[in-house]
Structures are given as C-alpha cells and as structure tokens.
C-alpha cells in the first residue's frame, strides 16, 4: 500500500488503448469510497470516454482561457493556462483514454477537500493496476465560467454541482507501458513530532 502511494507519478502522455471495465470500476469504486466530510457523499464523476467531448472540451477550455486577461491577483498556474490558450493549447488534458471530472454540491462546504480525498484514492489505486494518471485542474479554474457549466450540464453535470477538480486517466505511453514511477525527493511538507 505505501509502495503505491510512493511511487505515484503523474502521467502526461497516454497510449490511445482501451481501458478494460474491470479496470476502471475499481478506480471509480476507490473514488466513491474516498471519505466526505459529514458522510454526504456529493461527489459526482462525469466519466468521460468520448474523444468528441474530449475534444470539444479541449476547445472550450481553450476559447475561454483565451479571451481572459492576466491580472497581478491571479495565481501564477492560471496565468499561464491563458498564455497558453492564447498560444493555441488544446490538450489541457493530455488527451487520455479517459477523463474523469469530479463535481460537488455548491452547498457542500467541504466541496474541494472531498474532491482531492476522491482523486487521490483514484489516482493511488490506478497507479496499483499500473494505469497512468493526472491531476487536471484547468475546470476547476473555470468552475464559473458560464459557457463551461452549459456544456457540462448537457453532458451530465447536475443544476447546483460545479467542478472542483479532473483526473486524467490511461495507459501510460512509455517504453515499458509502465507509469513513470521513480519518487520525487521531499524537499517540503514539513513534520513537526509534538510530544
Ligand atoms: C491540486 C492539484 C492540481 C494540479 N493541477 C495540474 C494540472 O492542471 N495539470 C498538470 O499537468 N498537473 C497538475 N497537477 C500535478 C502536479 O503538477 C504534480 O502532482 C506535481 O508536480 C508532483 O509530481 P508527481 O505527481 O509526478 O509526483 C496538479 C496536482 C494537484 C495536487
């Protein structure tokens, strides 16, 4: 369990296979099971497996990144998601096999802490079936963005649900198929043993 915890890396190239169902039921299964605050249980995964609804929101993602303005309160990650759809970027997403958005109740006040405890059980448990993934942020930024919350609700999203977090997913496309695995070295996250 530590070993896989360990050796999760984040995969930005997939091989255009299929993932078989068994597969990802139980990553969708770790998701569900992740905790929530007060046990509500608003997660709600859009599985997207369409290339055409990838594609179209590789396009939507960048039209409306493009038509911003970088601002001196922005973070610096969204400034250069708009430099970058300025520059013609499509691909937010790495073109995987399959995108799984993560929505939550905007009355749910824990919306973003139950999201990262649902990727992170997804991502752990694909990187143990040696499936590749990726933390996709660019629908959250754009959680507002009204032309992004119409196409998401024609594909599923529910009235009162935004995006607060995507985790792209496939087979890592590497010499060996295998995900790249080697651990980065821990030069923050800090502990302090109080006794
Ligand atoms: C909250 C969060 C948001 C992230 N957003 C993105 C993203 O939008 N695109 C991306 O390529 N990686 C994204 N990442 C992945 C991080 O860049 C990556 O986890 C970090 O550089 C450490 O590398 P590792 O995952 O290989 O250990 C995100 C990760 C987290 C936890």
Avoid at 83 to 101: E, T
Avoid at 107 to 124: E, F, G, H, R, Y
Avoid at 160 to 165: A, L, T, W
Wanted: net charge negative.
């Amino acid at each position: 369990m530590l070993n896989d915890i360990l050796t999760r890396r984040s995969t930005r190239k997939f091989k255009n296979k299929v993932i078989p169902a068994h597969m990802l039921e139980v990553i969708i299964e770790a998701g569900r099971y992740a905790p929530s605050g007060c046990n509500v249980q608003q997660a709600h995964f859009l599985v997207v497996q369409s290339k055409s609804v990838l594609a179209k929101l590789g396009e939507l993602v960048q039209q409306e990144f493009a038509k911003m303005e970088p601002t001196d309160d922005m973070p610096q990650t969204v400034k250069n998601n708009i430099a970058g759809a300025k520059a013609g970027n499509k691909s937010f997403h790495y073109n995987p096999q399959i995108l799984i958005i993560v929505a939550n109740s905007v009355d749910n006040p824990n919306a973003m802490a139950d999201t990262a405890c649902a990727i992170d059980n997804m991502m752990v448990m694909a990187n143990h079936i040696n499936l590749g993934t990726c933390w996709i942020n660019q629908l959250r930024w754009l959680q507002d963005n009204e032309v992004l919350i119409e196409y998401l609700q024609s594909i599923g999203m529910k009235e009162g649900e935004k995006v607060y977090g995507a985790m792209s997913l496939g087979f890592p496309d590497t010499a060996n198929g295998m995900p790249e695995r080697t651990p980065l070295a821990r030069t923050g996250n800090e502990v302090t043993f109080v006794e």
